[in-house]
């Protein structure tokens, strides 16, 4: 079965980068989109952005470009999200989470990791 | 301010009906582009409680489902029951912004 596994919480200073893995398993890594999706206390679930691995071409939310960015390595089937310039607004739990339909930006999210808390704090 | 606007909040008592509405615009949900709901509890994951408008994964019970009009849908849960009590959201394309939107989340509680 599908299983996305990320690395653990993190701490971070303000204006310092944080960077979070999302290993998967289970199916072809390269023909689904991972995205990355964010919540802050008290707050909704918010996309960041996207990759499909096979092309390479990551899709970004407004909010974030230049501020992310997202990677993929296939030969670990494992994808990265970094993100930079950090203040206080982004303590958040981070989720990697798998597309529902090969090579599209497009649909659901099928699977999701466990999330990842980063708390950026002075 | 979210694209996809939910209710903040609904409540109803073990056995009955509810519903949640998720209303986006001329680029989303208005186009066309499919809607699917996830049920968050806290500290876990989100799941996937409908795919696509109306499919349900296997394991998510018929109580759920969703209707659909213009710019709007809604998520009608039946049968409520005490583990339903969970934050839920809508989730669309937006092609004004070029990616994926949620809905602002609606906290379910059962009386």
């Known amino acids: 079965q599908v299983q996305l596994v990320q690395s653990g919480a993190d701490v971070k200073k303000p204006g310092s980068s944080v960077k979070v893995s999302c290993k998967a398993s289970g199916y072809t890594f390269n023909r689904y989109d991972i995205s990355w999706v964010r919540q802050a206390p008290g707050q909704g679930l918010e996309w960041m952005g996207g990759l499909i691995p096979i092309s390479a071409t990551p899709k970004f939310a407004q909010k974030f470009q230049g501020r992310v960015k997202i990677t993929a390595d296939d030969s670990t089937n494992t994808a990265y999200m970094e993100l930079s310039s950090l203040t206080s607004e982004d303590t958040a739990v981070y989720y990697c989470?798998?597309?529902?339909?090969?090579?599209?930006?497009?649909?659901?999210?099928?699977?999701w990791g466990q999330g990842t808390l980063v708390t950026v704090s002075s | 301010q979210s694209v996809l606007t939910q209710p903040p909040s609904v409540s109803g008592a073990p056995g009955q009906r509810v519903t949640i509405s998720c209303t986006g615009s001329?680029?989303?949900?208005?186009?066309?582009?499919?809607v699917h709901w996830y049920q968050h509890l806290p500290g876990i994951a989100p799941k996937l409680l409908i795919y696509a408008n109306t499919n349900r994964p296997s394991g998510v019970p018929d109580r759920f489902s969703v209707s659909r009009s213009g710019t709007s849908t809604s998520l009608a849960i039946t049968g409520l029951q005490a583990e339903d009590e969970a934050d839920y959201y809508c989730q669309s394309y937006d092609s004004r912004l070029g990616g994926s939107v949620f809905g602002g989340g609606t906290k379910l509680t059962v009386l």
């Open positions: 989470a798998r597309g529902g339909v090969s090579g599209s930006h497009l649909g659901w999210f099928h699977s």
């Open positions: 001329s680029s989303n949900i208005g186009a066309g582009y499919d």
